[in-house]
């Protein structure tokens, strides 16, 4: 594929999130909030024992499937990481809401954490933005979605989100 070539449909619909990427201000909040919605609804309606595998296996095919459609997405506009390209939120904010109570202070700590951490990148976070294309893109995000999860499960454990 040409790298000034527009971008296949499945790329651009799985890059945007089915076009949450277009929204304004902050496409990022927007796809981590509709992310959150998602799940919340999702996990609501199964079984306890499969949430957390389920929630493993979205992450994880998300990821497969956005680095990709990020790569040609950006390539298409020529830039590293294009702000319409919001899978990498989508699958930082699902990392970030394992093993977390289907209660709205949970997914609401879920959802700033991981904005927090996506947003601030601490080491190695913004390392992982040089890897090239879409890899770059995602992973620093599912790394922000890491840190998210662990701190959610630090104030779990404390009993400080009930």
Do not use: C, N
Not at 15 to 41: D, K, Q
Not at 76 to 101: N, R, T, Y
Not at 116 to 134: A, M
């Amino acid at each position: 594929m040409d790298d000034a070539a527009a971008a296949p449909r499945w790329a651009t619909l799985t890059a945007t999130f089915f076009g949450i990427g277009y929204l304004r201000p902050g496409p990022g909040t927007w796809a981590s909030a509709a992310t959150m919605l998602l799940w919340a609804a999702v996990a609501s309606l199964t079984p306890e024992p499969i949430r957390v595998p389920l929630l493993f296996a979205l992450a994880a095919g998300v990821t497969l499937i956005g680095i990709p459609a990020a790569t040609r997405a950006a390539r298409a506009e020529a830039k590293k990481d294009p702000s319409f390209v919001v899978i990498d939120e989508v699958a930082g904010q699902l990392i970030s809401l394992m093993a977390v109570p289907l209660k709205w202070k949970s997914f609401l700590a879920g959802l700033i954490l991981f904005r927090v951490f996506d947003i601030l990148k601490p080491p190695p976070v913004r390392q992982l933005e040089r890897f090239p294309d879409g890899m770059g893109i995602v992973l620093d995000d599912v790394a922000a979605g890491i840190y998210a999860l662990a701190v959610m499960q630090l104030l779990l454990h404390l009993g400080l989100l009930r």
